[in-house]
């Protein structure tokens, strides 16, 4: 099957190297202003064991309809970064009729790109949700820091024509990279993503340090009051009692608990001078709080502290 990963991020890069390690025909699209589409080296890091790919590039110049016929484009990248690229895909779409097989999107957050997805009820959008654990050290080299599962299922809109069942090209996902499961009911996982981002990303980033700080029992009022919001939120927009809060306290816990030597991808974000998803996380409960007029002072808090922060 013909995947198109979008740039080589961490992310992008760790599936990247297992679909084409499951020979699957993989090609990264990139951003770098090279003229022709060519094969470049790429390092996947996994346990110290380096795993050395040549692997295909496509700049988003070469990219035509032919390419993108039949394809799984798989979009791992920031969420303040995602608008631009679903316009470069829009952009080449424009110029003839090719119908992708599958969008695949993962990020932190939600809300990303949500006009201009909705200007598109044609793509075939599928969410996926992961806790595979990925850095980079150079551009060219990935490291596979935590093992972890992923679930994927179809964008849940009222015009979208993904189908609940899995496609035909899951399995070889699922197999180039597993667990990674099938779920209709994306949405409301990436409401309990959203949930554990709101609580571990701004609270470890303004304390600057790994996951850890947050088992002291002096957060404990805010985690608390975070997923209470949360839950409030999506009492309105998923329909009342999809989220639990102290269910989502739990899992904020595990989380921590799991992750408790990470630099939370914020804090990392902010050491290196880059936007943050802040604006996806806590600033998407207070956008949809305002609008449906539902207090969120705590997140509305951490929204501006790390705000304050950002360069
Ligand atoms: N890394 C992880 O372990 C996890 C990450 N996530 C989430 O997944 C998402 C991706 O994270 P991650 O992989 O770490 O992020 P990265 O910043 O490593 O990757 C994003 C990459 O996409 C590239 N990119 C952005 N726009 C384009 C474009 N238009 N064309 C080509 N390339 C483009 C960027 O290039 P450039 O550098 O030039 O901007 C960058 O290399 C984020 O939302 C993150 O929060 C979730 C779970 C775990
Ligand atoms: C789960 C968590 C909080 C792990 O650090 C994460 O997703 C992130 O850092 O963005």
């Given amino acids: 099957m013909n995947w198109l990963v979008v740039g080589h991020g961490a992310l992008a890069s760790l599936w990247a190297h297992h679909l084409h390690a499951n020979g699957e025909s993989v090609s990264l699209i990139t951003r770098e202003p090279n003229t ?9 890091e996994t346990n110290s064991e380096q795993q050395h790919q040549r692997l295909a590039t496509t700049p988003w110049g070469q990219l035509d309809n032919a390419t993108l016929q039949g394809a799984q484009l798989l979009i791992m990248v920031k969420a ?125 980033s303004l304390a600057g340090s790994s996951n850890q700080v947050l088992q002291d029992s002096q957060y404990n009022a805010d985690i608390q009051a975070i997923c209470a919001e949360v839950a409030a939120v999506a009492d309105v927009v998923l329909g009342q009692g999809r989220l639990i809060a102290a269910e989502l306290e739990a899992r904020v816990y ?9 630099t939370c991808s914020m804090l990392q974000d902010l050491k290196q001078g880059n936007p943050t998803e802040i604006d996806y996380l806590n600033g998407y409960i207070v956008q949809l709080g305002v609008a449906y007029g539902i207090p969120t002072p705590v997140n509305q808090r951490l929204y501006g502290a790390v705000k304050a922060l950002q360069v």
């Avoid at 022709?36 to 996947?44: K, Q, R, T």
């Avoid at 595990?254 to 990470?262: D, P, S």
């Fill in 254 to 262: 595990a989380v921590i608990t799991a992750t408790a030597n990470n």
């Fill in 36 to 44: 022709a589409s060519s094969e470049e080296d790429f390092v996947l």
């Fill in 80 to 204: 303040w970064q995602l608008d631009a690229v679903l316009q470069q895909l829009a952009d080449v779409l424009a110029q003839g009729h090719a119908r992708p097989n599958a969008v695949i999107l993962s990020h932190n957050g939600l809300g990303a790109a949500e006009a201009l997805v909705q200007r598109h009820p044609e793509w075939p959008l599928y969410d996926l949700v992961t806790t595979q654990g990925a850095w980079r050290k150079n551009p060219r080299h990935t490291v596979h820091a935590g093992q972890g599962e992923s679930v994927i299922g179809p964008r849940q809109t009222a015009t979208n024509n993904a189908c609940a069942a899995p496609p035909a090209w899951f399995t070889p996902l699922a197999n180039a990279l597993p667990p990674l499961n099938w779920e209709p009911d994306i949405l409301l996982r990436r409401w309990q993503k959203l949930a554990i981002n709101c609580a571990i990303n701004p609270l470890a």
